[in-house]
């Protein structure tokens, strides 16, 4: 089946330590985004990319990094330099065209202790 | 800069007929989404409007007004699983979306 993949859905790290959030998607999609979502607020995307080997930042992308070295993989880094970094994170892709409706994945609930 | 607007909260009863209003002003527009979101749950897709008018489809409904900056999202005999975030986005000509807050929606029996 065709979707977008988030692993885990679960995350607990403790203060300090640098954090990985896997994303894969095989619905051949050139764009893919990701975003934090804090309870009760919408989506702010914090990096995109739309085309391999390149990224964009968004609206808060300090604290982060991501990278894109495969069209089918878009992983997230949340670093110790992120102050809040506890949170509800989103990956979405879409095709390259309008309109690019956004397929998102299931999510991961990061918990920093 | 990018400012979407919607209520933050709104309650209807169950099969009743709600609409959800967004108003935008953003640089860049293509076109307008809805989405859907569930508590803890991914966004999955609602509706897309380009053009003015109203698109219908099936108990949802979107409306687009380009010169007004405004859209609607009406929902017909409301259910209770319609207990959602309904998510007001921008599709903008950078390649990117802008979202607003969203709207949380109670159906009552």
């Known amino acids: 089946d065709g979707g977008i993949t988030q692993s885990p859905k679960y995350l607990f790290r403790k203060e300090g330590q640098n954090v990985t959030l896997s994303c894969e998607q095989n619905?051949?999609?050139?764009?893919m985004y990701w975003y934090r979502q804090d309870p009760g607020q919408g989506l702010r995307l914090i990096y995109y990319?739309?085309?391999?080997?390149?990224?964009q930042k968004g609206d808060i992308a300090e604290g982060y990094s991501v990278s894109r070295e495969k069209k089918e993989s878009f992983p997230l880094t949340v670093t110790s330099a992120q102050k809040n970094p506890t949170a509800f994170y989103l990956c979405?892709?879409?095709?390259?065209?309008?309109?690019?409706?956004?397929?998102f994945g299931p999510g991961t609930r990061l918990t920093v202790l | 800069g990018q400012n979407i607007d919607q209520p933050t909260e709104m309650t209807a009863t169950e099969g009743a007929i709600v609409q959800i209003n967004c108003t935008y002003q953003?640089?860049?527009?293509?076109?307008l989404f809805w989405y859907q979101q569930h508590a803890g749950e991914a966004p999955t897709f609602l509706s897309y409007?380009?053009?003015?008018g109203l698109e219908e489809k099936g108990r949802f409904s979107s409306f687009l007004s380009r010169s007004k900056g405004y859209s609607y999202l009406l929902l017909k005999e409301l259910q209770m699983k319609d207990s959602a975030s309904y998510l007001c986005?921008?599709?903008?000509?950078?390649?990117?979306?802008?979202f607003g807050d969203g709207t949380t929606l109670t159906v009552k029996p």
């Open positions: 990319s739309q085309i391999v080997n390149d990224f």
């Open positions: 619905l051949n999609h050139d764009a």
């Open positions: 986005a921008v599709d903008t000509n950078a390649g990117k979306s802008t």
């Open positions: 979405a892709s879409s095709p390259s065209r309008t309109p690019n409706e956004q397929f």
């Open positions: 409007n380009v053009l003015d």
């Open positions: 953003t640089s860049g527009f293509n076109g």
